[in-house]
């Protein structure tokens, strides 16, 4: 990895008035727009979590899907601008930019984790003990992990015409399907079912994990461990496959 170069693609971010608008700001306000819908902030839901709280992890992942999967996604955009090549004529390694990329979209979770929470403290009057909070906004950037390697496997396999497509879809389903939308709590038992295969869904339980009983980290880990595992060796055996 090359710090140099990380710290332009963090300039890149932070100039970025899409990443700032859709990334950082629209999960806190969709936290806003939730809670209402969903009981305010006297309600719970069944497994003794405070709607308000559950709602601010939500949004938060949201944010932490959004601005890794596409960082990482742009790697198709700047192979098909040439900035790659000009790259190449630089002492940064082929590996060396992927992995820049890598540590960029887990810098790039952060702002909207920490927005979503000041929200929830501030306007929604979320409270949690001081470990708690250090133990749910540590697995909720922690959980941007597989996020990252979902967008830079896209970036390695998608065109340049085609990302913006796959990354909008991928979001969508991931949020649709993996609870953020619709709160497990509350979903029927085949949206359920299908929540329990993608990682959003286990890293919601994993943060939940220091304020609500009968969660199962065990097999939270595995899960999520399983997708971090395979689309880790994915991304390398397409990055082997397009330098060799």
Partial sequence: ???????????????????????????ALMFVLFVNLYGGQAG???NGVPVVT????NMALFGVIAGPLSTGAGIAVERGT????????????????VLTKGVLGMVVALPAILLVSLVGVVVEGVRLE??????????????????????IVVGLFATPDG????????????GLLGG????????????????????VYWAKELALASVASGVDVGRA????????????????????????
């Fill in 82 to 97: 040439g900035w790659q090549r000009q790259l190449q004529l630089t002492p940064l390694s082929s590996t060396g930019y």
């Fill in 1 to 27: 990895m090359n710090a140099r170069f990380l710290a332009l693609e963090l300039r890149r971010a932070v100039r970025n008035g899409r990443y700032l608008i859709f990334t950082v700001a629209v999960p």
């Fill in 163 to 174: 990302m913006q497509a796959v990354t909008g879809v991928a979001s969508m389903l991931f």
């Fill in 130 to 151: 001081p470990l708690q909070w250090v133990a749910v906004l540590g697995t909720l950037w922690l959980a941007a992990l597989p996020f990252v390697l979902v967008g």
């Fill in 180 to 199: 953020i939308w619709i709160p497990a709590d509350v979903a029927p038992d085949w949206l359920r079912t299908i929540m329990q295969v993608l990682p």
């Fill in 221 to 244: 880990v595995l899960v999520v461990g399983a997708w971090v595992l395979g689309l880790g060796l994915l991304a390398a055996r397409r990055f082997r496959a397009a330098h060799v």
């Fill in 54 to 57: 559950s709602l601010m992890m």
């Fill in 44 to 46: 719970t839901f069944p």
